[in-house]
Structure formats: C-alpha cells, structure tokens
C-alpha cells in the first residue's frame, strides 16, 4: 500500500531555485535585447500620444474659458502633468493643430504594431509555444487594438490621480481627507498598472500560464514597476538631462527609463514561466546527480536538497510492497531515491528476477514512451522511497535535458534486451 511522504517544505528552497532558474533563462533568452527593443517601440508610440495630449489640452484650454468644471480639470491635469515642464523641454509644442492631431493618431495606430510584435516576440521566447501560431488577421488586429486599449486605460488613471492629486492640495480639504485622497489615487493607478501586466502576462502568450500565478506575479510586476518609477524620478531629473544636452537628452533619458521598465516588465514574466520550470530543473540535477553533465558549484548548492521534491512527487514503501505490476497500464515513472528494488517477469507460469534496481535509478518510463502495458513487476526489497513522476512530467524533462533524454534511451535499450533474454530462457 503506497502511503505519501510528506517532509517539512523548505519554502526557501523553492524560492532560490526559482530566482536561479529565472536568471538562467532571461539570459539564455537574451531579454534585455528585447526589452531594448520594446522601449525604443514604446517611444515611436508616445511622440503621437504627446501630440494628441497637446491638442488636448488646447482644447480643453478653450473650453475652460467658459466652462468651470473644465477649469478645475484643466489646472489638475497642467500641474499634476508637468506639462510646463515638457514644453520647455521640447516634448510638447506650444501650439498643435487639429490636422497634426490627426497625424498622431495614424502614427500612433501604426507604430502600435511595432510595439507589439515586439512585446509577442520576447514572449515568444519566454513562453515557448512549439510550433502553435497565432492566426493571420488575430496577429494583425491585435497591434491595432491593445496599444490604443493600453494606453486609454493608463491615462484614465493619470487622469484620475491628477484630479484627486490636485484636490490633496485644495485648502479645503482637510488633512486625513488628503491622506485618503492620495492613497485612493495610488491605489487605483495600482490596480490599472496590475490589469495591463495580468492582461500581458495572461493573454499574449501563446501558450497562457496559469489564470492564479499570472494574477500574483503580475501584482509583483506592477509593484516593481511602481517602485522603479519613484527611484527614477527620485534620483533622476529630466531638467537636468536637458540642460546638459539639450533635447535629445531628454528623449534619452526617457528611452533609458522605459528600457528599465521593460527588463523588469520581461523579468517577471520570466519569472513567471519559471515556476512551471522549477520541478523540471531540480529533478533533472536529481537524477543527473548533483554533478552530472555541466553542473556548477552553484547548481550544486542550489538544488542540493530534495526534500521539496520529496513532499511534491515521494512516496515510500514496505518490503515486499508492488511499486509496478506487470500487464497494468499504468504510465507514472519512478526515480528510486532510497533503498533497493528488483524487477520480476512473468516467465512460463513463474516469476524470473531481471535485476535489481538501486539507487539513483529511473524506471517504469517504458510504458509511456512505448504507449503499452507493463512489461514487469517491480518489488521493493528493503525500505523504499521513490518519486513517482506524472506521464507530462516525464515528457517535459526529455524536452529539456538532452542528457537526460540519452541516459533514459541507454537504459530502454538494457531493459529490452535483459527482458528478451529472460523471455528466451
């Protein structure tokens, strides 16, 4: 009878195994060429929208000449803006026709594109679909609505922070009322920050993660975000960047800006897929041994232990106790982490030993990758404690370990013969 075992869980453990396996793959991936590529996309699309922002606020000017709420309106979104600021920078003209408007909404539909290709080719590094393609006219829709989508929902929330930030300063309002009134902005461009990255993380991938995992590390992205742009704006002045080089400083030190927020926007979708991966890495050094093909002291100490992997996929038996029996169609594979085992034929009415298993051994893989019954009975000579690894579980560690794919081969190709000696007599 199996019964689980079921050691204390290291959390730690699995944190650092999924901060190695996210720093491996986002440099097997070279993200940070692809983040490069997105923030130079991310400013070809935020020219026109500045232009756009301009001719907004011309004709929002004119009508706050005889509309109040407007006024109020108006002087929010010019001081919580900046937009003196950009002026004088050269970001923003101080006079925008109504045909340029125009242009920055066809620059900005068609640039959109570019921004997007580039957002679905990192992932299509990060996620790794094998082979599965997005339709022709879904990928060609797809740029055309998310920017324009993306972009109305982050200045829905700049306007609701600009309105609420100007009122926090509103001599009528009293003091806990601005406290609240700031944490109620805050939270709300939060939230837009959080639905942008989840609705990224969730939807583009061909190949979706999990509806849960991509909602928490989205949150997680979202506050890195946040963070990122405080210490920005903290340690850095884009005043400062103009003064000394002029106008394309500035553009520069924006590009520099949004190249950040790209690497942690792809570092934490990597990290995303990483927690799918993380079984996969540590299970492959199990059974590679901790100094198998191309281990490093740091892969050493940090899949060293197996007690996470112990509680996931252990199970222990009894002497004498059936981990396989031959004729079901059973497909779990088992990797003998402690004790001993042996495997038996059905020969002639009597059961004939094949051999004995031990430890570090993978077995039962041949019924899945032969897609037929068990071919053996295997028995557990002293105390046992196994992993028992599901069928995709096993598909995914041939996918990922070349090595691992070899020994598994080697040692298929021993048992065939060891069973067709046995069957021979």
Known sequence: MK???????????????????????????SLQNHAAATAFYSMLSATPLLLLLSYGMQWLGK??????????LFAALYNQLQLETLTEVGFLPRQTQLAAGGVGLVTLLLSSRGLVNAVQSAFSVIFPAEGRRRRFVTAWLLPLLIVPI???????????????????????????QGFVLQGLSALFMLFILWLLVFLAYWRLPIS???????????LLAALSLLALFSAFGHFFHLEKYQSLYGALGGAVFVLIGAYFACVVFYLWAQSLFAVSRVDVEALEKLFLGSAGEGASRLESFVFGRANRLLEKYGRRYQPGEVLIEEGHDSQEAFFLYSGSAAAYKEVNGSARRLGALNEGQLFGEMAYLLKERRTATVRAESEVVALVLPPDMLEQLMRHS????????????????????????
């Open 208 to 218: 979706r993660p999990p509806m849960r995992a991509a909602a928490l590390i989205a």
């Open 150 to 176: 993306a972009f109305g929902l982050l200045a829905l929330a700049g306007l609701a922070q600009a309105v609420l930030g100007f009122f926090t300063h509103v001599e009528l309002i009293g003091t806990a």
């Open 3 to 29: 019964r689980p075992l079921l050691p204390q869980r290291n959390r730690l453990d699995w944190l650092i195994q999924l901060a190695y396996t996210t720093w491996r793959l986002l440099r097997k991936n």
């Open 63 to 72: 009508l706050a000449e005889s509309y109040v709420p407007a006024t109020l």
């Open 402 to 425: 070349a090595p691992l794919s070899r020994q598994i081969i080697a040692t298929l190709c021993q048992r065939l013969e060891k069973m067709n000696l046995a069957a021979q007599g």
